[in-house]
């Protein structure tokens, strides 16, 4: 891991077109900016895992061709 001091306004470069800027500190809290392409998928680390394992849990299910007929009947 890559340790790095930054004061307010001050930024780091990832790649080309990823800027990670500190924007505020209050007490134990960092509120942080990112600018990056629409591509790349940006996400809390919580928000993160939920959707890994909401993916995990639908490739595991077993649904039939029923349900998927029937799920496009909804629509």
Known sequence: MLAL???I???I???NDIEIK???VKGDQVKIGIEAPRSVQVHRKEIY???QEANKDAIESKGSIE???N???QL
């Open 71 to 73: 799920l496009f009947k």
């Open 9 to 11: 306004g001050e930024s």
């Open 13 to 15: 470069i990832i790649g």
């Open 49 to 51: 895992i939920q959707i």
């Open 22 to 24: 500190v924007l505020e």
């Open 5 to 7: 001091t930054r004061k």
């Open 67 to 69: 349900d998927i007929k």
